[in-house]
């Protein structure tokens, strides 16, 4: 059986201008247009892009037309482009990948199979949290030359990822897909991370480019070569900007001279600089901060100042038991009648264990639930307005 080849790239983001900066939104676009060189280079038999293509659900003219342009080279080379929709980029009804579709620079997978030699790839666009449970999952059989059988989402799964808002067991996928599944290509985890769920392999992309400061295992892609063996992956890294994150803690007498010291302590140069103050409040602003960093060559600089936040006595809330707490919430809430939606905004409200630490994450899931209660509350509104429906509205601002 000949070896069949499949780029596996994800969560591009193209069109983010992190940290407010054009600079990075050009190495966003820069970073998928090297994983598109990879597929030249290694002459694939195709791409596979899990979600996540653009970072907005209504990218901006220029930043589809350079989608476009990097997918062109693919086309010259016979080298099909297969996606699905992210969450990021996910519209009510037509989506960007169609618009690419009618260049013929992209093709959607879906519940039929779509052969690439003798691998069937299936996808599954990024499913709103609440239609999870209804959602019809079931893929159509393969043909019968197909020899490998791929399914490519944008979920978060477990057993790979767990604690992060909203994940699904891979089990349950595999079990409500109702086809031997051989693999399932994974996007909307920024990071690589695979695993073996009831014999498929389950695997992780790992995204583009980085899209925060959190995200170190970035700015890599995915070769599947698939044949009589199985499935294996290789790992490919990209060559993207280099993060310098750290600290700067100020004392009550520490000032400027203070912050150009740490600075120096770190290369700097062509750096996106991620600098957290923290400690006293000292006489030099986040603003000169900003501006000592450029000088020292950083082309990108983010100053989060958490200076003079004063520290909660944790023992002491402890001592409220948030369990009890939590109790009494779900109690006066079953006593209510709201919406799938709602309840769903509360609970990843109050469960968001990581609003420390992954902020941006925590704020994507608030996004998605909002919408999805915006969308909802369209589709279920009937003409008369019903007092559940008002809820959904109500969640809305
Ligand atoms: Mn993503």
Not at 69 to 94: C, Q, S, W
Not at 150 to 167: A, K, N, Q
Not at 219 to 234: C, E, T
Request: aromatic fraction near 6%; charged fraction near 30%; hydrophobic fraction near 40%.
């Amino acid at each position: 059986m000949p070896r069949t080849s499949i780029l596996h790239i994800s969560d591009s983001h193209l069109g983010k201008r992190q940290y407010g900066s054009d600079i990075r939104r050009e190495d966003f676009a820069k970073a998928f247009e090297q994983a598109i060189e990879v597929a030249i280079d290694r002459d694939v038999d195709a791409v596979i892009h899990t979600g996540d293509l653009f970072d907005d659900p209504v990218p901006s003219l220029p930043t589809v037309m350079r989608a476009a342009d990097a997918l062109k080279p693919l086309e010259e080379h016979g080298i099909p482009f297969y996606g699905i929709v992210g969450n990021h980029e996910r519209k009510n009804d037509e989506q960007w990948l169609d618009l690419l579709r009618r260049t013929s620079a992209a093709s959607r997978l879906g519940k039929k199979p779509t052969m690439v030699g003798d691998v069937a790839l299936y996808g599954i666009d990024a499913v709103r949290p609440s239609v999870w449970d209804s959602i019809e999952l079931e893929l159509e059989e393969p043909p019968e030359q197909a020899a490998w059988t791929i399914l490519c989402m944008h979920e978060l799964l477990t057993p790979l990822v767990s604690g992060m808002g909203r994940v699904y067991p891979a089990a349950e996928v595999i079990d409500r897909a109702g086809i031997d599944l051989d693999g399932i290509a994974l996007g909307d985890l920024h990071q690589p991370a695979s695993s073996v769920v009831d014999g498929t392999d389950v695997w992780y992309a790992s995204a583009t480019e980085r899209g925060g400061k959190d995200q170190e295992e970035t700015g890599v892609v995915q070769i599947l070569y698939i044949d009589n063996s199985g499935i294996k992956r290789h790992q490919i890294e990209l060559e993207t900007r280099p993060f310098a994150v750290f600290e700067i803690a100020f004392g009550e007498e520490d000032g400027a001279s203070h912050a150009r010291d740490v600075l120096e302590r770190h290369d700097l140069d062509g750096a996106v600089a991620k600098v957290e103050l923290s400690g006293d409040r000292a006489a030099v602003t986040a603003n000169e901060v900003t501006q000592m960093a450029r000088e020292a060559g950083a082309a990108v600089v983010s100053v989060d100042d958490n200076r003079g936040r004063v520290d909660l006595d944790v023992e002491s809330i402890e001592a409220m038991s948030l369990q009890g707490l939590d109790d009494a919430i779900e109690e006066k809430l079953a006593d209510e009648k709201f919406s799938a939606v709602a309840l769903d905004v509360d609970r990843e409200i109050r469960q968001a264990d990581e609003l420390d630490t992954n902020v941006n994450r925590v704020a994507d899931s608030f996004g998605e639930l909002l919408s999805d209660a915006q969308q909802q509350a369209f589709d279920d509104l009937g003409p008369e307005e019903t007092p559940e429906a008002a809820t959904e509205m109500e969640v809305e601002k």
